[in-house]
T-cell receptor, first 113, second 113 residues
Framework: SAVISQKPSRDICQRGTSLTIQCQVDSQVTMMFWYRQQPGQSLTLIATANQGSEATYESGFVIDKFPISRPNLTFSTLTVSNMSPEDSSIYLC??????????FGPGTRLTVL | KQEVTQIPAALSVPEGENLVLNCSFTDSAIYNLQWFRQDPGKGLTSLLLIQSSQREQTSGRLNASLDKSSGRSTLYIAASQPGDSATYLCAVPGSFGNEKLTFGTGTRLTIIP
């Protein structure tokens, strides 16, 4: 398995500001995923982040709104830019150690006022 | 496009009862199937992973089965306890195993003391 930590665990932000979420893994992994879970909904993939290449975004998500960094094999950041109340969600990162399924961080609970 | 459905959407049972949660998926070309537990406002905890070649997996009071040909999986919880109250999600990757997960809609389980 993999142990994943996220910072911050929660935050309350003002409209128009940006928040950067950090994801740290205790082992080297090739692929990291960023998901969003809006209130009462299931998880939706934002993007896939591979070390050394540009992140791949899902339909409906763009780099200007959700820039992602992946500087090494154990760390990634997701920035939520120019936030609006509709961005209030739980943001989760996950990794998939080969053949072991997918493991998730504890999530970052974001509230935008 | 893979679609994953979970029935029922919500379930309330008295403590001590055995129960079954259902998950169905439309594309049987899956690498594995994973069951998760999510407590309110928290991240996902992996419960069981069933590889495509397996029929079932067991962990303590939990047993998950997989029937790829019919596109179904069940999660059986024996002797339910109030601490089992949570939302249960099933999820499948694509045929290679390291792609994004497609999540079911979730079953919100409440165990009544």
């Amino acid at each position: 398995s993999a142990v994943i930590s996220q910072k911050p665990s929660r935050d309350i932000c003002q409209r128009g500001t940006s928040l950067t979420i950090q994801c740290q893994v205790d082992s080297q992994v090739t692929m990291m995923f960023w998901y969003r879970q809006q209130p009462g909904q299931s998880l939706t993939l934002i993007a896939t982040a591979n070390q050394g290449s540009e992140a791949t975004y899902e339909s409906g998500f763009v780099i200007d709104k959700f820039p992602i960094s992946r500087p090494n094999l154990t760390f990634s950041t997701l920035t939520v830019s120019n936030m609006s109340p509709e961005d209030s969600s739980i943001y989760l990162c996950s990794v998939t150690p080969q053949g072991l399924g997918q493991f998730f961080g504890p999530g970052t609970r974001l509230t935008v006022l | 496009k893979q679609e994953v459905t979970q029935i029922p959407a919500a379930l309330s049972v008295p403590e001590g009862e055995n129960l079954v949660l259902n998950c169905s998926f439309t594309d049987s070309a899956i690498y594995n199937l994973q069951w998760f537990r999510q407590d309110p406002g928290k991240g996902l905890t992996s419960l069981l992973l069933i590889q495509s070649s397996q029929r079932e997996q067991t962990s303590g009071r939990l047993n998950a089965s997989l029937d790829k040909s019919s596109g179904r999986s069940t999660l059986y919880i024996a002797a339910s306890q109030p601490g089992d109250s949570a939302t249960y999600l099933c999820a499948v990757p694509g045929s290679f195993g390291n792609e994004k997960l497609t999540f079911g809609t979730g079953t919100r389980l409440t165990i009544i003391p």
